[in-house]
């Protein structure tokens, strides 16, 4: 694992952007792994900028996403398609056909799912994959289980993840309680792993996903396992960590 401590989200966003800089830059036609929530804004602030400077070229870039809400659509701005394209691809230059994210409006659960791995399949692997974590160590939407996960399924969200989530939502929103995801596994098969996280909130989970027992519980734990994961976070989210040396 390479660790990296930043002062704040600003320079947290700053180093992770830079990271999948690199990524493009040393392998245009990458195959991203994204991830939505409020932890990854300022990455793709940073990236966009880097697209207008002339620093990325995201013509031959495909990217898959995590996860998205059951029952939202891309017109639905709580969809995570709608965050997508809002936050980053509408403002770089990015094939929109080569973007992918689960169908939140495809009823039949088993279509979609087998629907998305064929297009995980299709794409041959993702090069980067990057991760936010929620309160309770879930990625993606794989919550704590007694088993990992494979590949795309529905979950049922835990009822930390929809108080956690239902901040976002206005008032007059209904939050979805459950969604599609890709699967434990699918995340580990990724060549390269960025976690980030900021934030006192997201001391415990970081804590316990990297120096804890590795257990379905805490799904982030499992990520101690791979080859190659890179942790960029910043002060705050590190200090449970830290205060434990
Ligand atoms: C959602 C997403 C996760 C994300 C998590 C944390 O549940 N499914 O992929 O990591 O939120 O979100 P935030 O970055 O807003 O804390």
């Not at 990325?56 to 995590?66: A, H, M, Y």
């Not at 494979?150 to 008032?171: C, P, V, W």
């Not at 599609?180 to 804590?207: E, F, H, Q, R």
């Amino acid at each position: 694992m390479q660790l990296y401590q930043t002062k704040n989200y600003e320079e947290m966003s700053k180093k992770a952007a830079g990271i999948i800089s690199a990524q493009v830059i040393l392998k245009p036609d990458s195959v991203l792994g994204l991830a939505t929530g409020s932890t990854p804004l300022g990455i793709y602030e940073n990236l966009i900028d880097g697209y207008k400077n002339g620093d990325i070229d995201f013509t031959q870039v495909k990217t898959v996403n995590l996860d998205e809400y059951k029952g939202l659509g891309s017109e639905n701005k709580q969809s995570y398609r709608h965050f997508m394209n809002s936050n980053l691809f509408d403002h770089v230059n990015i094939n929109k056909e080569n973007t992918n994210v689960p169908n939140g409006l495809e009823e039949n659960i088993e279509f979609e799912c087998d629907r998305y791995d064929n297009v995980l399949n299709d794409l041959a692997g993702v090069d980067l994959q990057l991760l936010g974590i929620g309160n309770n160590g879930h990625i993606g939407f794989n919550e704590p289980a007694d088993s990992f996960t494979k590949g795309t399924h529905y979950e049922a969200l835990a009822q930390s993840t929809i108080d956690a989530n239902s901040r976002l939502f206005e008032e007059c929103e209904v939050m979805p309680t459950s969604a599609y995801t890709m699967g434990i596994k699918t995340i580990m098969d990724a060549k390269t792993v960025l976690l980030v996280a900021n934030g006192k909130g997201k001391a415990k989970a970081i804590k316990e996903a990297l120096t804890g027992p590795i257990t379905p519980k805490v799904p982030a734990s499992i990520l101690q396992m791979h080859k190659n994961l890179i942790v960029v976070a910043d002060e705050e989210a590190l200090s449970e960590l830290n205060n434990n040396k």
